[in-house]
């Protein structure tokens, strides 16, 4: 059973920077996609980005290319998400998960997920 916790949310103005942790606690699988998945209000769960445990390969989403940064640490099992110049588009409740179900890892189907860390942006 895997376990994810999120950390590093908060409040933040248009164009500030925030740093997103999710440590895992114990291991399903040996190797896995982790993401980070976005939930706004009134939108569906969006796919920031994903990033396999052991070959540095990320995907990211439409919205976030270029100002997101997705990276894995395995000696801490820590996942990350660098964010800058964030916009108020961005506010939303930041999920992480792992071992994907789908070939398409920024699809939210994903065994294991955390219980989330809120990011919100004003203008």
């Known amino acids: 059973q895997m376990q994810l916790a999120e950390s590093g949310g908060g409040s933040v103005q248009t164009g500030g920077s925030l740093r997103l942790s999710c440590k895992v606690s114990s291991y399903g699988s040996s190797t896995f996609f982790i993401a980070w998945f976005r939930q706004s209000p009134g939108k569906e769960r969006e796919g920031i980005a994903a990033?396999?445990?052991?070959?540095?390969?990320?995907f990211y989403g439409h919205s976030t290319r270029g100002r997101f940064t997705v990276a894995y640490d395995s000696t801490k099992k820590t996942l990350y998400l660098q964010m800058r110049n964030l916009q108020p588009d961005d506010t939303g409740m930041y999920y992480c998960a792992a071992e994907g179900l789908s070939d398409r890892v920024l699809d939210p189907q994903y065994r294991y997920w955390g219980q989330g860390t809120q990011v919100t942006v004003s203008s």
């Open positions: 990033i396999h445990n052991a070959y540095n390969s990320p």
